[in-house]
C-alpha cells in the first residue's frame, strides 16, 4: 500500500547534460555576435588607421584637438601641428580619426554647385 522511497525517486533525469547548458550556450553566442565581434572589428580597423597616419594627414585626437601631422616619430608617437608654429606629440593610439589631405570639407558646396547658380 505504500509506495517505498526507491521507487518514488525519478530515475535518471540528469541524463542529457546538453539540454541543460543549451540556454547558456545560447546567450553566448548572442553576445559574441552583438558586442564581442563588432567590437574586435572596430578596434582592428582602428588600428590599422593608426598605423597608416603618414606626415600630412589632419588627425582628429579622443580629446577633440584637430592637427596636421608633420612627423611620425616612431610607431607609437607622432608630432602634430595644432597651429601654425605649435608643435605637439601625440601617442598614436589617441588619434580618433584620420582625414587625409585633399578631402572635401562636407560644409563647401562643390563647384559644379556654383556655377549652375
Not at 546567450?27 to 574586435?40: A, D, E, G, S, T
Amino acid at each position: 500500500m505504500f509506495i517505498t522511497p526507491a521507487y518514488a525517486q525519478s530515475a535518471g533525469d540528469g541524463g542529457n547534460l546538453l539540454l541543460q547548458f543549451a540556454p547558456f550556450i545560447l546567450i553566448f553566442v548572442i553576445i559574441y555576435m552583438l558586442i564581442i565581434r563588432p567590437q574586435q572589428r572596430r578596434q582592428r580597423e582602428h588600428r590599422d588607421m593608426v598605423t597608416n597616419v603618414r606626415r600630412g594627414d589632419t588627425v582628429v585626437m579622443s580629446g577633440g584637438i584637430v592637427g596636421k601631422v608633420t612627423k611620425v616619430v616612431d610607431d607609437t608617437e607622432a608630432l602634430i601641428e595644432v597651429a601654425e608654429g605649435v608643435r605637439i606629440k601625440i601617442i598614436k593610439s589617441m588619434i580618433s580619426d584620420v582625414k587625409v589631405k585633399g578631402e572635401p570639407a562636407k560644409n563647401e558646396p562643390a563647384k559644379d554647385d556654383a556655377k549652375k547658380k
